[in-house]
């Protein structure tokens, strides 16, 4: 028994289940973008933070790696462990995957892949689409038991870069969310240098 499961966020560096084997590839007709509230790992039900999930859309491809696992005992493990860490992903459907986008056979078929379905009745954490700023200032503020979200968006950048794979979207949100971090910081430094001369004022 055979089971390939799709990363697709932090699946990619962090599988976190035993597995056999893995592939770089992807699926065909979806994108990734950060559409999912997260209140349990990246955010709390107060501020959620965003994480990835799935769009469709035609001519479009997602690229992430699929996992192996083999046999009934470590598929058992790894699907409990899965049902778990993606809880807040309310849909498992099971795609073709492919190592070359421009192949019209998949490398696997039936490829497990976890998604948080657009339909707020069944998945209330669903925050959707929003300006590229807004989502930004979001990811900045928000943070849960598994960190900051910013570092959830910083390491996926990292692991589709050393993947050799840009994602747009995920390249100008990390770019956003750092200019908001510098001004931050220079903001922070400009108040501690006004602070420094008030008090130099006030000795004198």
């Given amino acids: 028994m055979v089971m390939w499961v799709f990363g697709y966020g932090s699946l990619i560096w962090k599988a976190g289940f035993n597995y056999d084997g893995k592939l770089f590839g992807c699926i065909k007709g979806y994108r990734r973008v950060f559409y999912q509230g997260s209140t349990d790992h990246r955010g709390t039900p107060e501020f959620p933070g965003r994480t990835v999930t799935l769009e469709p859309l035609d001519g479009q491809v997602c690229w992430g790696v699929a996992y192996k696992v083999s046999g009934e005992e470590n598929e058992k493990i790894a699907l409990s462990y899965l049902e778990v860490r993606e809880k807040q992903y309310d849909t498992k459907v099971y795609l073709d995957f492919y190592t070359?986008?421009?192949?019209?056979?998949?490398?696997?078929?039936?490829?497990?892949?976890?998604?948080?379905?657009?339909?707020?009745?069944?998945?209330?954490?669903?925050?959707?689409?929003a300006p590229l700023e807004e989502m930004a200032k979001q990811i900045v503020q928000a943070e849960g038991p598994s960190g900051p979200n910013r570092d959830y968006l910083f390491q996926l950048e990292e692991a589709l870069n050393q993947l050799g794979c840009e994602d747009t979207h995920v390249r100008d949100l990390a770019k956003?969310?750092?200019?908001?971090?510098?001004?931050k910081r220079l903001q922070s430094d400009v108040e501690t240098i006004l602070v420094d001369k008030i008090k130099e004022t006030a000795e004198l």
């Fill in 100 to 129: 070359d986008p421009n192949s019209i056979i998949p490398e696997v078929t039936g490829v497990l892949v976890y998604v948080a379905s657009p339909d707020k009745r069944i998945n209330e954490n669903y925050l959707g689409p």
């Fill in 176 to 183: 956003e969310v750092r200019n908001i971090l510098s001004e």
